[in-house]
């Protein structure tokens, strides 16, 4: 009898083979959009220190149609990120914690606070408007 | 310094990791507020445009300082987290990114970072 | 009535005369109560003795029997026939591990990894033998030599203690088919679990593995580990701790260069 253990290649399309490895290619792909989201908040940062004139331009572009579908997707995304983190989050804490507060407690929390952070952004901006 | 430490110390994983973590955590927290009113609810019209006028943001972000830290926290860590996915995501995709590649990446983001806040002093 | 018939699909592999793995057809008798390893034993006996896997006992503790059936890592012994009757059974060798005959992969490298995490009670004497200049505050024993845990104490790593060493998780992980020096999720969890264990002082000499960057640092948390996981060891969840206790004693590193010295 001799050996001759046969070594498969990790195929190059590996992630399309299950919905659990789609599922995480998608879930890891929201950084993209994050990514580039991120750079156009820059971007208006940086115009708004140029003055009102860039700042509109920056605006402007906002509401360029493209960009508007691109924000959509953005948020889709991110909706994503968040439900996914927020599931990863308390199996990331000490074991000792976990022993203390439930998972789900946890996870509540954390839905909780971005329900109100997310209400408290859009109401503090909004104010402005009156 | 103790075992755990100078062996946790040889590779700045951590940092790293830490610092996609921060930037999880505000993405998740913040960006689904920063879209919806940047990207959807004033450029539809559904909020109006003077919620982001010039003299409002320009005096909030780059004159209080509540206001910086705000524009900090919202842009660097999701930088920071997102670049570290994409690092991560090339070696996923069997991209076998060097150590320069490493550099540029997490490098842009410094820079980005050291700017974001030369932008708001 | 005709009888009831399964078509079972399975990846031969026989290192004597194949250069490569192909798969084999198998039409057999459908029996509901019949587990995928049933199944094997019908083909051994009745259409192909050379058919090659691994089992012994055949209810879920020893870990020998794990396969990839339609794609997913499971234990043959956990499968049934009923769970996809009419549909074609696919029988893999678990993946991400070289296929040594049929469904029979090589293990040496798990059984490393697994050793190289030192998955035993490292105690207070044997801590400081390996390293002298730490203070290790011993583990008081009790009249007849052994430690006393509490409940809470053993709740702590048990859920971590479950691992039957099947290496479902192994073949689930994509990171681990990208990076085979990667430790991987089931070693690293058993180091997990003796960290937690109160009888335990050797923490520090597993960090060298599990702080590595092929060790809780090749993980992007995919998660799949967890999920096929058999006894719900959560593997992912244990890597994931050791990289916030890993970032935390990173950032100490700095903050208090000193602690520890000598
Ligand atoms: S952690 Fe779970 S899946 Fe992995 S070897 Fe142990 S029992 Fe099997
Ligand atoms: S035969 Fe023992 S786990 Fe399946």
Redesign the interface.
Known sequence: ????????P?PAN??M??P??RF?MVR?ASCVFNLVYGLNLFAGLWQLTNGAEAWAGWLALQAHPLMIVFALATLAMTLLHTVTFVE?AP??????IR?MIPDNTVKAAMFGGIAVVTAAIIGFTAMGAM | ?????????R?????L??LF?AGGMAIAFLMPAVILIVGLLVPMGILPAEVLSYERLSAFFLESWFGRLCAFVIIVPALWGSIHRVY?GM??L?IHAGTGIKVFCYGSVLVLTIATVALVL | MTEQTIKLEILR?N??ADN??SFGTFEIPYNEAWSLLDALEYIKDELDSSLTYRWSCRMAVCGSCGMVVN??PQLGCETFLRDHYPNTIKVEPL?NF???KDLIV?ATGFIEKLESVKPYIIDAVDAMKA?PA?KVKETPKNEIGTYNQKP?EL???KQFSMCINCMLCYS?C?QM???PMFTGPAALALGHRYN?DSRDHG???R??VI?D?NGV?SC?????CS?VCPKNV?P??AI??N?????Q?????FLM?????K
Not at chain 1, 1 to 8: A, D, I, K, L, N
Not at chain 3, 220 to 224: A, D, K, L, S
Request: net charge neutral; proline share 8%.
């Open positions: 009898m001799s050996r001759r253990p046969y070594v498969r990790m590996w992630f083979s299950k659990a490895y995480y890891e990863m199996r990331v804490m000490p074991q000792q022993k | 310094m103790s075992m755990t430490q100078a062996k946790s110390a590779h700045i994983e951590p940092l990791w830490s973590g991560h070696h996923d069997q | 592999y290192p004597e490569e793995p794609g997913r993946a070289p296929i040594e090589d390293n730490k809470a709740g702590l790593f689930a994509p088919g990208l990076n937690l923490s520090d000499e960090t060298e702080q960057k640092w992007t948390f995919v998660g799949y999920e959560d992912a969840a994931n701790q990289k916030a206790q890993g970032a004693d990173w950032a100490l590193s260069p000193r602690k520890g010295e």
